[in-house]
Each structure stands twice: as structure tokens, then as C-alpha cells.
T-cell receptor, first 112, second 113 residues
Framework: GQQVMQIPQYQHVQEGEDFTTYCNSS?????IQWYKQRPGGHPVFLIQ?????EVKKQKRLTFQFGEAKKNSSLHITATQTTDVGTYFC????????????FGPGTSLSVIP | DTEVTQTPKHLVMGMTNKKSLKCEQH?????MYWYKQKAKKPPELMFV???????INESVPSRFSPECPNSSLLNLHLHALQPEDSALYLC????????????FGQGTRLTVV
């Protein structure tokens, strides 16, 4: 069946270092969404990518959607302690658009 | 108002109890979702309601019973749960296109004893 994978599972960085998480789908995605969940919190929508090769920026965050629409990445420049949390990519199931599949997430720790 | 409100925030129930989780949104979203999330895992889809009709049931045990009384409300009725059902239960809403962001509630932290 359709699977969404993310690497790495965990990442510990020194404050000020960069961070990247990668998301890979076993099938082509119509779009991909990224969510952030702080410890003890709930997922919060960050961004949606729709077009092949799309790149979007939000301040220190850069999101990319692969040309084949099967992979995506989130890059954070100069991490801050406020970036701590788990970052999930999510995409709709091919056969049922109202069913969104979440990747396993990348947990980011930032050492001050 | 871009909030999804869930009650209660915490719930402890015995295996013979019956309880309900409630979720409310006033964003005009016509899709509402129940997710279950275990520690250090991603949200796992349980049910989807689209235009107040159950469109997806991810083979969830019958001890979980969803209900969508109207376009703003979503309930999850719980009966005879097992300790392994302890988890964070998240409600979310969006437009039912697969192309819109989902707004999540803060969740109900459920403990079954």
C-alpha cells in the first residue's frame, strides 16, 4: 500500500546549526503538507506544496517538493530553541483524497 | 475563529465505563476527522466524516463509535475500552478536497485503567 517515510527519525542540533528532514512517498502525491507538533501539543499546519519542483520559504524554513512529486524536504536555517518539536509530512491517499497519511515524523532537539 | 475545540482535555476511564469525546469547529469545514496518537508516533487516522456522513472507517474496533450530529460537531463514543487504547485522541477539520490544511484540536489525553 501507499507509504510515507521520513528520515531521520531523530535529530539533535546545536542552536544555530541547520536542520533538514526528508520525506519520501512510495507513490506520486497530488500535494504534500508539513505539520509541526511541539512536545505536549497538537499538530499545526506549516505549509502545503502542490506543484512539481515547488520551493516555498517561511522565514528560516525552506520547503521543497520533488520533481516527481514523490519526495519533499524541510530545511531550517540557524535553528532556534523554538524550533523544537516533531515535524510531520503528510499526503492524501491516492484513492481517497480525504484520507491524509502522515509520515512517521522527525523529532528535532535543539541544544542551547 | 480558526479553532477546533476538544473536550475533555484529559479523561481517565475504567474498562467498563462509557464516555464520549467531543469536538467542535466553526470554520465551515465539511470534513472532520478523528485521529489516535500514541507517544512518539504520528497521528493515525480512525474516522472521516465528509458532509456529515461517515466516509472512512479505518477498521476501528466497534468499542469506538463516531457520531456527527451536525456540520460543526463531532463526537467519539467510547465503551469497554482496553488499556492499550490509552492515547491522545485528536480531532481535526478541513474542507473535504484533500487540498486544504487540517486544523487540529488540542486533543483528549485518554487513560484506560
Amino acid at each position: 500500500g501507499q507509504q510515507v517515510m521520513q528520515i531521520p527519525q531523530y535529530q539533535h542540533v546545536q542552536e544555530g546549526e541547520d536542520f533538514t528532514t526528508y520525506c519520501n512517498s512510495s507513490t506520486t502525491l497530488s500535494n504534500i503538507q508539513w505539520y509541526k507538533q511541539r512536545p505536549g501539543g497538537h499538530p499545526v499546519f506549516l505549509i502545503q506544496l502542490v506543484k512539481s519542483g515547488e520551493v516555498k520559504k517561511q522565514k528560516r524554513l525552506t520547503f521543497q517538493f520533488g520533481e516527481a512529486k514523490k519526495n519533499s524536504s524541510l530545511h531550517i536555517t540557524a535553528t532556534q530553541t523554538t524550533d523544537v518539536g516533531t515535524y510531520f509530512c503528510a499526503g492524501p491517499k491516492k484513492t481517497s483524497y480525504d484520507k491524509v497519511i502522515f509520515g512517521p515524523g522527525t523529532s528535532l532537539s535543539v541544544i542551547p | 475563529d480558526t479553532e477546533v475545540t476538544q473536550t475533555p482535555k484529559h479523561l481517565v476511564m475504567g474498562m467498563t465505563n462509557k464516555k464520549s469525546l467531543k469536538c467542535e469547529q466553526h470554520m465551515g469545514h465539511r470534513a472532520m476527522y478523528w485521529y489516535k496518537q500514541k507517544a512518539k508516533k504520528p497521528p493515525e487516522l480512525m474516522f472521516v466524516y465528509s458532509y456529515e456522513k461517515l466516509s472512512i472507517n479505518e477498521s476501528v474496533p466497534s468499542r469506538f463509535s463516531p457520531e456527527c450530529p451536525n456540520s460543526s460537531l463531532l463526537n467519539l463514543h467510547l465503551h469497554a475500552l482496553q488499556p492499550e487504547d490509552s492515547a491522545l485522541y485528536l480531532c481535526a477539520s478541513s474542507q473535504p478536497t484533500g487540498m486544504e490544511e487540517a486544523f487540529f484540536g488540542q486533543g483528549t489525553r485518554l487513560t484506560v485503567v
